[in-house]
């Protein structure tokens, strides 16, 4: 069985910087862990992927050059790296685990329980 668990979110103005953290338990280093996130009212919508290993990382294009994802495998922990935040980047952010394709939320096995990311003009 796989957990997951995010924390870092909050309050920051636009053009400010937060980091997320996701500490997995169970055995994830099969897996792609992926980032999504969900504003009022819009549908879940993927965010960046990387594997736990060796392979490509994977961002959407309204986030690329802007946030970064990383992971500590010692610590059995994704990052989200988030600069230059804009208000539009204000949502629920999901931290997620899938053995499928990355951008394909309905392969995804595991999520957290998200954590809140509001960014005001």
């Known amino acids: 069985q796989v957990q997951l668990v995010e924390s870092g979110g909050g309050l920051v103005q636009a053009g400010g910087s937060l980091r997320l953290s996701c500490v997995a338990t169970g055995r994830t280093f099969t897996y792609v862990m992926g980032w999504f996130r969900q504003a009022p009212g819009k549908e879940r919508e993927f965010v960046a992927a990387s594997p736990w290993t060796f392979g490509e990382k994977d961002y959407a294009e309204s986030v690329k050059g802007r946030f970064t994802i990383s992971r500590d495998s010692a610590k059995n922990t994704v990052y989200l790296q988030m600069n230059s935040l804009k208000p539009e980047d204000t949502a629920v952010y999901y931290c997620?685990?899938?053995?499928?394709?990355?951008?394909?939320?309905?392969?995804?096995?595991?999520w957290g329980q998200g954590t809140q990311v509001t960014v005001s003009s």
């Open positions: 997620a685990a899938t053995k499928g394709r990355a951008r394909v939320i309905e392969g995804y096995d595991y």
